[in-house]
């Protein structure tokens, strides 16, 4: 299964890791310079969750952002019996 988030559509993106030399001109240096640029992978933090999706509890890959805006509406714990109203 591919890793992408099922509310959001994230998923891994490619960039590059820069390697520098030299110190930082704020700290009294001429300046940083870049002498390598190498292919990396983001991948988004994805979490195996139960989820209430249509209606139906099932378990979906989710990003952890999307949980913590609220995306993802979790299923109730627990199921407890039916007591009718008692009217006194």
């Known amino acids: 299964m591919p ?3 099922h509310f ?13 030399r030299g110190k930082a001109k704020y ?6 310079k870049v002498t390598g640029k190498t ?9 195996k969750v139960t989820a209430v999706v ?14 913590k805006s ?3 509406v979790k299923p109730i714990k627990r199921k407890y019996a039916y007591r009718p ?3 006194a």
């Open 8 to 20: 959001t559509g994230k998923k891994t993106t490619t960039g590059h890791k820069y390697t520098l």
């Open 70 to 72: 609220g995306l993802v």
């Open 54 to 67: 249509d209606g139906v509890p099932q378990k979906v890959r989710v990003s952890t952002k999307a949980i």
């Open 27 to 32: 700290l009294g240096g001429v300046g940083t």
């Open 39 to 47: 292919k990396r992978t983001f991948k988004p933090n994805i979490q």
């Open 85 to 87: 109203d008692t009217q």
């Open 3 to 5: 890793r992408v988030c």
